[in-house]
């Protein structure tokens, strides 16, 4: 447990001033915010205690899309999200990141994505609509923009 949090701190100390606060995406590590993103999609999977291949497939396809990766980076990015969603003691670090580096049209598309992703096992959990609601707060959604999300995401797309 002592090891757990020393390396929780020492993962997210504020960092020394030669150092930037969020360093730069390279080939070995994806941009943190593509981590917080993909690590929120995978903590909206988790929540009915299912993670589905429907709801994995979701997930490579929207990182492929909305950040342009090849399918093995996204691959590569989903497994460092993952880590990253396991070791976290809340999503606020998460949360915070995008809150702060997207504006509200990149949050708007974020929210799209997590509702498609709630939706594409047919079903909505309790839990699912529950941390919806509180992502929303936490990432600073105007009021009634997580209905009209929703009601997008609800209907089929058109292929």
Sequence with gaps: MLDSIKTFFT??????ASE???????EERPDPIQIAAC????????ADEEFTDAE??????ALMRHFDLPAAMARELMALAEQERRQAVDLFQFTSLI??????????VLAEVMWRLVFSDGQLARHE????????G???LRPG????AKRRAAKPSRR
């Design 11 to 16: 993962k997210h100390a504020t960092p020394v």
């Design 20 to 26: 930037p606060a969020h360093p730069a995406p390279t």
């Design 39 to 46: 690590a929120l999609l995978l903590e909206l999977a988790h």
């Design 56 to 61: 994995q497939d979701h997930i490579q396809e």
């Design 99 to 108: 809150a702060e580096q997207y504006d509200e049209g990149q949050k708007m």
């Design 129 to 136: 609509d529950y941390l919806m609601r509180k992502l929303s």
């Design 138 to 140: 936490l990432l600073g």
């Design 145 to 148: 923009y997580l209905a009209t």
